[in-house]
């Protein structure tokens, strides 16, 4: 253990005072010493709040005193009391370890008595003192009276609308302006779309088909096979180039022809053309044979198609950026906190890279596309937001009260404003305040008082959500006991 694990608390300690201490330490064990002149567990809610606080914390209190009523008050919330430090004990038996009590510093001594002369005197004053406890505690035991007190304080709702700024710029906490540093988070995501093209044009789309004659174009004894694929052409305007369909054999004689099946080689109306218009062959042959066509050649047409044209790419990335900027919130806040906070109005979108399964002005009813872009944001610190809005709440509790931590709820960001990296945003949180009871203070204001008056100081000395309660037993008159250790103040929430 470090010394920061024992805090010996004084008069002006208060339980706000007390947990900034508590916070400030690191130790899973903090030795709290009471001396008889600190009221600050005498106080069923500081003891309260104490066992709250240590539980947030993660922390084990152990509480060092000789007052009956912080004794009794700790006992009530679970807290383990001694009545010095070296009787705290060792782990075996539900104290602490070797190694902690070990490294427990050693504390000035403060004697109960002032010294005597003779050890005699020392022995005899204690046997006396021990036989007086006895008996009183006998007496006691059988006709000295008791109570108990049992109060409800009130309760009040409280709320604060705190405006904070924050920035990456920023490096510390300021909770007077209200300040807080803001970290940068970023992510990386990618999704698909798909949209119509809007390009229009005309297509070719039917080929054109006819027939042809060919004939030698010199004399020849010997038959002549003119093979499927030769082309033939136009020879004016703009050249319309044909193909045969057909194996054909042109047999022997000068005056011998044969009749072959020919397909434009390009689709469209361009190879609609008239009769005699195709009377060129192309390769050797153009050498044994002539060709002509001796009728018109159509059946070519031409269609309507969309292409993709600039503005669709455009369209398509856009509507992929605005998915990814959609889902964007969600993705980061995967990568950060329950009570951390993520403002939209601060994301931020880059594309990286976007893919198209279309080239430009090609054909096609719809392009299809994949876009990469980095979503960057502001992400804000729950912790640092709590921590600067409950200060500003405990200045709404009226006087007198205490805020229960249990009971604070923060509200969502509200009028953000994000400009030149600096966000500006307002917090609305909510809570429960509580009036603090003084358990000394009441059972001073009720001894030794008949039970009406005794209930009317008390309820006129707090402020309280109804009358106090009050049980007596073993009563003398109808009176309430003459010793404050007599009474018993229990606050209930």
Excluded at 372 to 387: E, M, P, W, Y
Aim: aromatic share 4%.
């Amino acid at each position: 253990m470090s010394f920061d694990q024992i805090i010996h608390l004084t008069p002006d300690d208060d339980i706000a005072s007390l947990r900034e201490r508590l916070s400030r330490t690191q130790a899973q064990i903090v030795i709290l010493v009471v001396s008889n002149d600190v009221a600050l567990l005498r106080n069923a809610v500081s003891v309260k709040l104490l066992r709250r606080y240590a539980g947030q914390m993660d922390m084990q209190i152990v509480v060092v005193t000789r007052d009956r009523t912080s004794e009794d008050l700790a006992r009530r919330q679970g807290l383990r009391v001694y009545a010095a430090l070296d009787k705290i004990p060792p782990k075996s038996r539900g104290g602490l370890s070797k190694q902690d009590l070990a490294s427990v510093p050693s504390l000035p001594h403060v004697p109960i008595y002032r010294s005597a002369a003779r050890l005699g005197c020392w022995v005899l004053a204690l046997a006396v003192l021990a036989a007086a406890v006895a008996a009183l505690a006998l007496v006691a035991a059988f006709l000295a009276p008791s109570a108990t007190i049992t109060l409800v304080p009130a309760a009040e709702p409280i709320s604060a609308t705190v405006s904070l700024s924050a920035s990456t710029q920023m490096r510390v906490i300021d909770s007077v302006k209200g300040q807080f540093p803001a970290k940068p988070i970023q992510v990386l995501i990618e999704d698909t779309g798909t949209v119509e093209t809007t390009g229009r044009k005309r297509v070719p789309d039917a080929t054109a088909a006819g027939t042809v004659i060919f004939v030698f174009a010199n004399r020849s004894l010997g038959a002549l096979t003119i093979p499927k694929g030769t082309i033939v052409r136009t020879a004016s305007g703009m050249s319309v180039r044909f193909r045969t369909e057909e194996d054909v054999t042109l047999p022997a004689g000068a005056v011998a022809s044969v009749r072959a099946q020919v397909k434009a080689v390009d689709p469209g109306p361009n190879g609609n053309v008239k009769a005699g218009a195709i009377n060129i062959v192309e390769g050797t042959l153009a050498f044994q044979v002539s060709v002509l066509n001796d009728e018109d050649i159509g059946g070519g047409t031409e269609k309507q198609a969309r292409y993709v044209t600039l503005q669709d790419r455009s369209n398509l990335r856009e509507a992929i950026t605005q998915k990814i900027h959609a889902k964007a919130p969600n993705e980061l806040r995967n990568a950060i906190k329950p009570d951390d906070i993520l403002p939209v109005e601060t994301l931020t979108l880059a594309v990286n890279e976007a893919i198209f399964d279309k080239a430009l002005d090609a054909e096609g009813e719809y392009l299809s596309g994949k876009v990469r872009a980095t979503v960057s944001g502001l992400l804000l610190d729950g912790q640092d937001i709590k921590h600067l809005v409950a200060g500003r709440l405990g200045d709404q509790a009226p006087p007198g009260f205490v805020v229960l931590p249990e009971g604070v709820s923060y509200g969502a960001p509200a009028n953000i404003k994000y400009s030149d990296g600096v966000l500006n945003l307002q917090i609305t949180v909510t809570a429960r305040s509580q009036a603090q009871i003084n358990s000394q203070d009441a059972q001073r204001a009720a001894a030794a008082k008949p039970l009406e008056t005794a209930t009317e100081d008390v309820a006129r000395l707090f402020r309280l959500a109804q009358p106090p309660e009050i049980e007596l037993k073993s009563a003398w008159f109808g009176r309430m006991p003459i010793f404050t250790s007599r009474i018993t103040v229990v606050v209930n929430d």
